[in-house]
């Protein structure tokens, strides 16, 4: 990248901690720099208050979420009461899915008090995409990774306590 | 029904040259007549000046025979001149006319021609192969008429002169009109190689320019460029092979006229040695033979334009000449309107191959039915679709509406009844009016002009199909000129109040409002530094950074080095980030600098890189400053704002408005809020001030209290008409997926048609929407129109009356939703799958 000029000091830019998050969230991570600069600069900020949802379950979502400062809750309610999944803070990226085709959202993810996130639609992803063939086999595989590392750490959390889930047990081997 | 008259692409050239400029050519003739009597006028004055008036000394007679001369020959020139204005005439008015009745005839031909015909091969085809064809029809007249005269005059003036040398000098012509086909014909040869070739070319071009992004993908430039060559090679010969036989044609004319006087001076000079011939008769005999040139010359040249024009126009007539599949309007009578009684025979379409896209499909829907096709892509739902809406022809079987064959009916038939939504909408450059209003504008020509809905039922419409929110989205987006709606901006004033009363603390959050003491980061530097609307058009946003007054006023402030760095710096990132991306509007809507401003920008950092801190061009430095005055940090996130600067330039701010109060009162509006601002969308007026978040929900809570103040001061519509207004840009492209196809299914809603036809036409809606056109379908088109409707999503098809599920061009089965689970075949398999 070009320096900046003497009379250009450093100042937080948020373009520039855009690309420092995205550069460390699963999908990005290998990307090149070059490409990696356009999703940092189509992501854009939302800033959210206590208890607005980022999205909700059953919606069809068309966004990922990489979180930049905040906290976030992620929940699962069917017609019971809602439960807590966990929480989601600073550098977690959410819903990368969403980026490659329709998905319809399992769970809801809301704010917990002021939260900053970057968003960053599909369409702009893949007409991003679009402009950096090379980066599809990366991205494919970046998500082949993300879900078997995912089950693995499931599988090992597990332990012998599962009961009767055994036989829905697999996501990786979809 | 009345036989239409010969197609465009079947007349003859011949037919376009008389065909409605009869009095033109009439009037080229009149002067043709006068311009061959003023040709031939010189050669008998000329032999009488050397016969009578030189032989007898007579100077009265020189000067008369003399002044005829002069005559004959500005009379010659004027009516040669008003000739090439009549040719010219003619030939445009053809050429237009030529056009006109081709892209018309175009325009029918069936969809099928043009999947596989390139845009750029119809563009060439009107854009420049009729140019020839249409020059000839200008000429065809005047140019064998006029030059044949001129030829017998002269030659009958010869004869009259000397039989014998007249003879022998025309003896060359018969043999020139031998010899000069001859050559013209391998020429045309070449000519119809060059506009098959130029076609294909054309095409070639205008594919690549559409693939673009993907040879920038694939870094396939060598690759196009080695297929542009060898194509532009090949045009490249066969241009050289048809100019080398033109101008063989020209050479071996000029050889026959060439050796003309040679046979005069051979044949002449013997008899006049001889006494047989006087003088001034040999002169006068050279002279008319020489003559005899110029319009023998024409009348070749003519020659080549006519076979080039009909070659050019027999070539290109050739390639559309394709029969339309239906007959466009009716004629004689009304367009039916039909029962909307569906019923599909035994439909079924075989490709070329033997593929069978439908097979035997059997259908009927009564009046007000609605039916969901459902089944794999490639199960000939589409086509099944296509058929019924006349867009697909089908080669055995019946679709019938209304016991009319949908096969014989013509189009306007067809879109008097029908209304069709597309999978992929198409929406043309225009207003959203012109968009909506498109299909019954296209039906207004022919019923009566009532027939066009009232701004009730587009409103209604809106509504229904949600596409309200973003028509009063477009119009609070819009920046009312001064002058332009007076009375609104007055009113607007008033809900500024209002809302700041009501929401002002409400909205701190997600506005930045124009408040004197603070810098608004979401707008841009000049707006900061300025802070008011210019009132004059040398300080408007786009002329600021080039206005003296202006920079003379960084200049003083020490502001201007400053600003050139802001803008050498954005210019640095934005360039760095966008600078290979194509001209796309989503990856240019956060840039400060457009797409086609880009190379600039790109030359001016090189400019930067090699001067090293020296002088800049004062283009660049003006490029720059203008980059820098246009910086809005809120918006163009590649670069950051230092605070220091923000606090500069707002001190900056209050002494640039002392000053130019004083220098020049009046240019400035400043923001105020007592005024309207001019330079702003009607959204920031209302609020004062800038909207600052991204999030939709946000925003929409903002839109919805600002509907409310709307309402209240009956202004909703009026914003409404503004935003119905809005441009969608080039093929639409200002719109979001959604938005087009809420677009699309409105202007199909809005002909309120008997019968409807829906490609997937709600996919790219989010949930709600598609619920929305869902839930409407069901309470106001059930048993009003009939609804065929193919469907990929399956949560939506359980209150169809008919659900037919498709596999491989056949109906495997149909019948109501609940019927068909129960039965658990095709359907249930599908619904469980999903």
């Known amino acids: 990248m070009s320096s900046l000029g003497k009379n250009s000091p450093e100042v937080p830019c948020e373009f520039k901690e855009n690309l420092d998050l995205l550069r460390q969230t699963y999908l990005f991570s290998g990307f090149p720099l070059e490409s990696l600069k356009v999703f940092a600069y189509l992501g854009t900020r939302e800033k959210l208050h206590d208890g607005d949802y980022l999205f909700r379950q059953g919606e069809d979502d068309d966004q990922a979420y990489c979180i930049v400062s905040g906290k976030a809750r992620l929940e699962l309610g069917d017609n019971g009461p809602v439960r807590l999944i966990r929480e989601v803070g600073p550098g977690d990226f959410i819903g990368g899915l969403a980026l490659l085709g329709d998905a319809r959202r399992l769970y809801s993810l809301r704010a917990i008090g002021e939260m900053v996130c970057i968003v960053l639609k599909r369409e702009k992803f893949s007409k991003a995409v679009q402009q950096f063939p090379d980066q599809m086999p990366r991205i494919f595989r970046a998500v082949v990774e993300a879900v078997i590392d995912w089950e693995g750490r499931f599988l090992v959390a597990l332990g012998a306590d599962c009961g009767g889930c055994l036989p829905r047990l697999g996501v990786s081997l979809l | 029904m009345e036989k239409a008259k010969q197609p465009i692409v079947r007349r003859s050239l011949f037919s376009w040259v008389l065909d409605g400029n009869l009095g033109w050519q009439l009037s080229l003739l009149a002067v043709i007549a006068v311009v061959v009597f003023a040709r031939v006028l010189p050669l008998e004055m000329q032999k009488r000046i050397v016969n009578q008036a030189i032989t007898l000394r007579d100077l009265d007679l020189l000067l008369l025979y003399c002044g005829f001369y002069l005559a004959a020959v500005l009379l010659a020139n004027a009516c040669k001149y008003a000739i090439n204005i009549l040719e010219t005439l003619i030939a445009q008015r053809v050429l237009k006319r030529m056009r006109s009745a081709l892209y018309d005839h175009i325009l029918s031909l069936p969809l099928s021609f043009f999947r596989n015909t390139q845009p750029g091969t119809v563009v060439n085809s009107i854009a420049i192969e009729l140019v020839a064809p249409s020059n000839f029809a200008g000429s065809a007249v005047s140019t064998p008429v006029a030059n044949i005269l001129t030829l017998l005059a002269f030659a009958g003036y010869l004869f009259w002169l000397n039989p014998l040398l007249a003879a022998v000098s025309l003896s060359i012509y018969p043999v020139a009109m031998i010899a000069i086909p001859l050559l013209q014909r391998r020429a045309n040869i070449a000519n119809q190689k060059r506009v098959d070739l130029s076609r294909t070319f054309a095409g070639r071009i205008a594919e690549s320019i559409g693939g673009m992004h993907e040879i920038h993908g694939h870094a396939a430039h060598r690759i196009e460029r080695r297929k542009f060559d060898r194509l532009a090679e090949e045009l490249k010969k066969i241009r050289i092979v048809w100019s080398l036989y033109r101008f063989a044609v020209k050479t071996t004319n000029n050889l026959f006229t060439g050796l003309g006087p040679f046979l005069v001076f051979l044949m002449g000079g013997y008899l006049t040695i001889r006494g047989e011939l006087e003088l001034g008769a040999l002169v006068a005999f050279l002279s008319a033979q020489e003559k005899l040139y110029d319009p023998w010359k024409e009348l070749i040249e003519f020659y080549q334009v006519y076979q080039d024009g009909a070659v050019t126009y027999r070539r290109t ?271 240019f809507e956060q840039s400060p600098i457009a797409a086609e401003d880009l190379p600039r920008y790109k030359s001016v950092l090189e400019q930067l890189r090699r001067r090293k801190g020296g002088e800049l061009s004062p283009q660049a430095s003006s490029s720059l400053l203008d980059l820098a005055l246009r910086f809005t940090p809120g918006v163009h996130k590649m670069a950051a704002m230092e605070p220091e600067v923000q606090r500069i330039l707002l001190e900056k701010r209050i002494r640039f408005r002392a000053e130019v109060s004083e220098d020049i009162p009046g240019a400035f509006t400043f923001y105020n809020a007592q005024e309207y601002i001019h330079s702003q969308t009607i959204l920031n007026n209302i609020v004062f001030g800038n909207l600052t978040t991204a999030s939709t929900q946000a925003q929409d809570l903002i839109t919805q209290n600002i509907i409310q103040l709307l309402i209240e001061r009956d202004l909703l519509e009026t914003v409404i008409d503004i935003g119905m207004n809005y441009n969608v840009g080039p093929q639409g492209e200002k719109l979001s997926g959604g938005q087009r196809q809420k677009l699309v299914i409105a202007r199909a809603f809005l002909k309120s048609p008997r019968m409807l036809i829906m490609d997937e036409a709600t996919s790219a809606l989010d949930n709600r929407s598609q619920a929305r056109i869902q839930n409407l379908l069901e309470t106001r088109w059930k048993r009003r129109s009939t609804l065929v409707a193919v469907v990929h999503r399956l949560d939506i098809i359980r209150n169809f009356d008919k659900i037919a599920v498709m596999k491989a061009g056949k109906i495997i089965e149909s019948g109501p939703y609940a019927e068909l689970i129960d039965r658990k075949g095709a359907l249930y398999e599908l619904v469980g799958k999903k």
């Open chain 2, 317 to 587: 007539m050739e390639f559309f000449d394709v029969e339309p599949e239906h007959e466009r309007e009716p004629g004689d009578r009304a367009p039916l309107a039909l029962d909307a009684h569906l019923e599909v025979k035994h439909l079924s379409i075989a490709t070329g191959s033997g593929i069978r896209l439908l097979d035997d499909v059997n259908l009927e829907l009564k009046p007000g039915e609605h039916l969901a096709l459902v089944g794999f892509s490639g199960s000939g739902k589409s086509t099944l679709a296509l058929c019924i809406g006349q867009l697909a022809s089908y080669g055995e079987g019946q679709v019938m509406i209304g016991s009319q064959e949908v096969a014989r009916l013509t189009k306007q038939d067809i879109a008097a009844n029908v209304g069709i939504v597309f999978q992929s909408p198409f929406i043309f450059e225009g207003s959203i009016a012109e968009n909506l209003l498109y299909a019954c504008d296209a039906l207004a020509d022919e019923r009566a002009p009532t027939a066009r809905p009232s701004l009730d039922d587009i409103i209604a419409v809106l509504h229904q199909t949600g596409l309200f929110a973003d028509v009063l989205k477009f119009g609070l987006n819009t920046v009312l000129r001064a002058g332009t709606h007076p009375e609104l901006a007055r009113a607007i004033i008033r809900v500024r109040h209002k809302f700041q009363e009501r929401y002002g603390g409400k909205f701190r959050d997600a506005v930045e409002f124009f408040e004197e003491s603070s810098y608004l980061v979401y707008s841009s530097v000049a707006d900061n530094l300025i802070f008011g609307a210019a009132n004059r058009e040398e300080f408007t946003p786009a002329r600021i950074s080039r206005n003296d007054y202006f920079i003379a006023f960084l200049n003083k402030e020490g502001l201007h080095q400053t600003l050139l760095d802001i803008g050498a710096n954005l210019a640095r990132q934005t360039v760095d980030i966008l600078g290979n991306l194509p001209p796309d509007a989503v990856f």
